[in-house]
């Protein structure tokens, strides 16, 4: 089992800047790859930004050249810098890992925290 608990989240001005944390906990030896969603009130969860198995980063191109995701093994943690915040970043900001155990892929999902960027 992985653990993933999400902070950083809050009220910010367009223009300004947040950075969100995604503290891993459990198993934490098998995850492959996390990354971080968003879902906006209304619309589908969407990828934002991901540190992927090979080392790889991706990112939506709607993020791309303001948002930075990095990971800090030593702490089970990945980060989401976010610069340029626009009305249109408001959403549940969610972190995910892919865990690969015994042969078996699984999926963990955190509980989301809250960016709300006023015009």
């Known amino acids: 089992q992985v653990q993933l608990v999400e902070s950083g989240g809050g009220l910010v001005q367009a223009g300004g800047s947040l950075r969100l944390s995604c503290a891993a906990s459990g198993s934490t030896f098998s995850i492959s790859a996390i990354g971080w969603y968003r879902q906006a009130p209304g619309k589908q969860r969407e990828l934002v930004a991901s540190?992927?198995?090979?080392?790889?980063?991706s990112y939506a191109d709607s993020v791309k050249g303001r948002f930075t995701i990095s990971r800090d093994n030593a702490k089970n943690t990945v980060y989401l810098q976010m610069n340029s915040l626009k009305p249109e970043d408001t959403a549940v900001y969610y972190c995910k890992a892919i865990a690969k155990r015994v042969g078996s892929t699984y999926q963990y999902w955190g509980r989301g925290t809250q960016v709300t960027v006023s015009s």
């Open positions: 540190n992927n198995s090979d080392g790889s980063t």
